[in-house]
Structure formats: C-alpha cells, structure tokens
C-alpha cells in the first residue's frame, strides 16, 4: 500500500491487486456476518467477494507478468475478466496452476448471482446465494494460500472464520441428507449430474427436468433439434456462423441456412453439421466449377 501526495492538501490511496482483494475480502466477511440478521446484506457480501476473486486472479496473472492483466496484450487498455484469468492460469504455457471443473462452475455462478442482485428488481433463493458464498469464500481461501502463501485468518477476523465453519457444516449436513435421499430413492447414477448452481452431485433428473436435492435449484432440459438428446440450454451451441450471410451497413441478411430451420445443437451434432454444410459447400463450388467448363467448352466449340 502506498499513500502518494497529490498537492499540498490532497493525498490519493494507491492499492495493489492482492492489496485490494485483502480489502474486499475482509468487506465480504464483515457483510455475510451482518446477513446472519439483515438478509440484504447478502447483496454485498457476494459483490464483494467476487471482486476479492477478481483482484486475486489479476494479481496472480500480475506476478507473472504485468502485460498478462489486460485482455488485449497488444492494447493494454482493459483489464481481464475472471473467465479470461482462469483461463490464463491455468494454461501450462503460462500459469500452470489447477482450477477444478467445480470451481470453474461455483466462480460462474457467483458472478451471474452478483448480477442478479444487482438490478433493482430480483428474486433469488437465499439458501443457494448462501451456499455459493461459503464455497467461492473456501476457493479464495486455497488460492491465497496456494498463489501467495498467505492464510486467510491472516486476512480475516478469526471469529469471523468460527461462524462461517458453523454455516458449512450446516452446509454438509444438508448435503448428507440429500445423498440420503438420493440413495433411499434408488436413483440411477446415470440421472444424477452436478448441479449448476451448487456445484453438488445431487442434480437428479426427473420426467425432462433437473432439480437440486441439496439447493432445490429447478432447471428444465432442452432438446438438441438435430439429434432428439435432452440437455441444458447452456449445453448447446450457436453454429449460425457456418451459414452463408451477408453482414453490412449493420444490416444481417441470411442468405442459404442450407435447410438448418434452428442454429443451436449439442456439440456433438454442431461438428456433424458443420461438416455436412462444408460438404454442400464444396459440392456446390464443384457443379459451379462443371458447369463454368462446360459453358467455356460449348461456347469455344460454337465460335471454331
């Protein structure tokens, strides 16, 4: 930290990323244990904490290299998103470092909560905003102490710490109950999935749908249009970009969808259909080609 002298009465705080998420981190704790009676706290405390996730991130990409914080390093004028720092950090090329698929999912899901709760008009289950915190706060804790060898009672009130292990094991309790459950209801392992929003195994689809045992959290599937297989929506993907379109003026004209009536598929059917619009493509390109020589050939022939 430094304190740098502006004019004989102003003085401007400087913070440096690890600094900083130190500071929102502390914010995030000191707001989560206001929630325990003020439940709009909550609104802070994971607005906080997803900023502490942020800054630690860049401060990790920073130790590296400090051109490594801005998305464009060509055009350092924005910085990274957590998303483009994660994928950073965990290339071998550069960061070399682990983030499991659960963490990847938790951080995701805390930012689009932190959204949420920040329009003016919201509705969310508390429980699951909970649950989310408490598992991002665990990430953060392991990635100080793994990126910078520092603890996090070293950065937190330890008393704090007390109450937020209270929450977890109310969190595992709760957890152990759902895979109760879950065996008791002799549900196959193959209609069980990581829940999107808690990141437990204890998704259980039912009847075209998901639901949470754990977080409650309800998601219905969507079915791949090409192939009839059910899935999440955010599962399939846009391959809009194979047909032939036509893009000026800020106008989007389609021009051959090459009989694609939907632009979205799983992954496995958006490889097989590219590939098909490739091949017409191609086969297109070839009877043009044909029909070129044929006309030159007819035309020579004619004037001989």
Known sequence: MALVSMSK???????????????????????????????DQWMFAVSALIQSVELALKAALAEIHPVLIYENIDDPKRTVSIRTATNRLTNKKIGKLEFTERDQR???????????????????NLAQVKANFHEVFAFLAEFNRKSFSINMDEI?????????????????????????RIKDEGVASHLIRSCNFCAEETFVEDDGSFKCYLCHHHEDLVQC??????????????????????????????????????????????????????????????EQMLEEEYQNKHTSQKNS
């Open 9 to 39: 009465n102003e003085h401007r705080l400087e913070l440096g990323f690890l600094e900083n998420s130190h500071r929102f981190l502390k914010e995030a704790a000191a707001k989560a244990k206001l929630a325990r009676t003020e439940e």
């Open 106 to 124: 938790r951080l995701q899901r805390a930012i689009s909560i932190r959204n949420e709760l920040t329009h003016s008009d919201f509705s969310i």
């Open 156 to 180: 937190v009130d330890p008393a704090y710490l007390v109450e937020f292990l209270d929450d977890r094991k109310h969190h595992q309790e709760m957890l152990s109950r759902a895979l109760t």
């Open 225 to 286: 249009q090409n192939c009839g297989e059910n899935f999440f929506k955010e599962e399939l993907e846009d391959f809009s970009d194979a047909f032939q379109s036509d893009y000026s003026e800020g106008l989007y004209e389609l021009i051959n969808n090459y009989g694609y009536n939907y632009h979205t598929a799983c992954s496995a059917c958006v490889s097989e259909i590219k590939q098909n619009i490739y091949d017409l493509e191609s086969q297109y390109f070839y």
